[in-house]
């Protein structure tokens, strides 16, 4: 109820003001933090040269982002222009066979920057999980896919299998970590569609085609085995109207937002800030929110340009993969929050979903998001932060469908339906704020420090309480109202749409 639910547009305008207004108001106290702090000794590793002309410095506090866009950004275009030009020219010339082009070329670059020994080991987890695949029975092709997978992730097998690389290529250990960690998350795929297969098998070069695709290889997303698949192997290939200008766009957009942040970690510290407790310490509790706030669309941000350039060269070779995450500015449930779309399209379809149904029933939904986040913290390496993150964010998915059925009985049901649409929607917003923030703070204590996240949880509920809590929930609450507002015209579209398609036809 209150999807449809339209509000007054001076209510909507009010709501515009009062967030961006916050927004700016946060954002000039963590400016004036910065620019305070700059020479701080705390920052001296993370806090690097920058514009000098402008006498600003750079946060170069992601790893992540410094490797992609800065250091190793002519190694990572070179690979990734080579795969362009060179599919290309082959995909021109032989359309039927492009796919098993794209794994020479694939092979190739991965033989080239790690060695032979690193494909080797690829290989021979390829061959093992292949092998099981054939039994066609799903336990099996899951419990050995998380076998392989808990020997990059765990000691001692994780030293052992990485004690073959004899390099010193300075990428070598991200490559590594990355490829072998990839690779058996497709090969699972792989194992489980060929269970889906009624007759016969996949062949071993389907399972090579679809692991070194290059583009996907060490970096993901994760494109599930069934829709590459069909997309690598299809021969047509005319385009659909628009379709190079849009790919275009997205590329311009990709590079816009590449300069906005570079721009951004000039003036605003984000990153480094919150490793710094005791300054932390000394800032305002707005400050602080704000900081909670924006480490999250950071690191939104940056997987949606990593996974958009790379989904921008995929889009090139005609294959259509994994979306952009959805913004955090978005989301107010936890059913909807991720920041990998690729894994979490992994994860739904053969963890939560299969094991879940239709999520309406309590106990299914506890067995699929227990049995999902357990997938989950293997796959980003089991660690206390990874136990604790993976926790509170079970707990968050669960509690949403705890709540939904208990309002769903009477008399709780029939008083909104007195209420009207507009005032449900207007009451449900609020809860959407709290959410938002457990959200907001379930996720930053992974991304930055567990201590960060209890010391802005200790500021906003328990010393700031009442005048900041509920200011930084009126000022959520204005967002969320705004995003449900985008969310009903969406809806309103898609209907209007529908409509048109059934009297076409």
């Known amino acids: 109820m209150g999807v449809k639910a339209a509000l007054p547009k001076y209510e909507l305008y009010l709501y515009t003001a009062v967030l961006y207004g916050a927004i700016l108001w946060a954002a000039s106290w963590i400016f004036e933090v910065s620019s305070e702090h700059a020479n701080r000794k705390a920052f001296k590793e993370s806090v690097q040269p920058g514009w000098y002309y402008f006498g600003r410095k750079m946060d170069a506090a992601d790893f992540e982002w410094v490797m992609w866009f800065t250091t190793f950004r002519n190694h990572i275009l070179f690979a990734l ?62 419990m050995a896919g998380l076998l392989s997978l808990a020997t990059f992730k765990m000691e001692p097998m994780v030293s052992w299998q990485s004690g073959f690389m004899t390099g010193t290529f300075e990428l070598q250990d991200i490559l590594f970590y990355g490829g072998c960690g990839f690779s058996i998350m497709r090969c699972m795929s792989f194992a489980l569609e060929n269970c889906e297969k009624k007759e016969g098998n996949y062949s071993f070069m389907d399972l090579l085609k679809y692991n070194f695709y290059l583009p996907f290889f060490y970096f993901g997303p994760v494109m599930t085995f069934d829709r590459f698949h069909v997309q690598a192997n299809n021969a047509d290939l005319t385009r659909k109207q628009w379709e190079m200008w849009n790919i275009r766009t997205q590329a311009l957009l990709h590079l ?183 959200i907001i703070l379930f996720n930053v204590l992974a991304l930055n420090s567990l201590e960060f996240a209890k010391l802005v949880a200790k500021r906003l509920l328990v010393k700031g309480f009442p005048v900041s809590t509920l200011s930084v929930l009126l000022v959520t609450y204005c967002g969320v109202q705004l995003v449900k507002e985008r969310e009903r015209r969406l809806a309103l579209e898609e209907e209007a749409a529908d409509a048109v398609k059934e009297k076409a036809e």
């Not at 032979?116 to 092709?141: F, G, Q």
Request: glycine share 6%.
């Open 81 to 142: 222009s080579g795969h362009v030009i060179f599919a290309k020219i082959c995909s021109m010339l032989s359309p039927k066979r492009r796919s098993f082009i794209y794994m020479v070329y694939g092979l190739s670059a991965v033989f080239v920057s790690m060695g032979w020994t690193y494909v080797t080991l690829v290989l021979s987890h390829c061959i093992i999980i292949y092998s099981v695949a054939l039994a066609k029975r799903k336990w099996l092709c899951f």
């Open 256 to 438: 816009g937002a590449i300069l906005v942040v570079d721009v951004f970690f000039h003036f605003l510290y984000i990153l480094t800030i919150p490793s710094d407790m005791k300054l932390v310490k000394q800032l305002s509790d707005w400050s602080l929110a704000g900081l909670a706030y924006s480490n999250l669309v950071y690191d939104w941000v940056k997987a949606a340009v990593m996974f958009g350039v790379i989904n921008t060269v995929s889009r090139l070779d005609h294959l259509d993969p994994p979306q952009p995450p959805k913004c955090i500015t978005m989301l107010y449930v936890f059913a909807e929050t991720h920041f990998d779309r690729g894994i979490n399209d992994w994860l739904c379809k053969y963890v939560y979903d299969y094991l879940g149904g239709n999520h309406d029933q309590i106990f299914k939904e506890l067995i699929a998001t227990i049995s999902t986040f357990a997938v989950t913290t293997l796959w980003l390496g089991p660690c206390e932060i990874v136990y604790i993150w993976s926790f509170f964010n079970c707990f968050g998915l669960n509690f949403e469908l705890w709540v939904a059925k208990f309002f769903s009985f009477p008399p709780f049901s029939t008083i909104e339906g007195l209420l009207g649409e507009s005032m449900s929607r207007r009451i449900r917003g609020v809860f959407n704020a709290v959410n938002f923030w457990c």
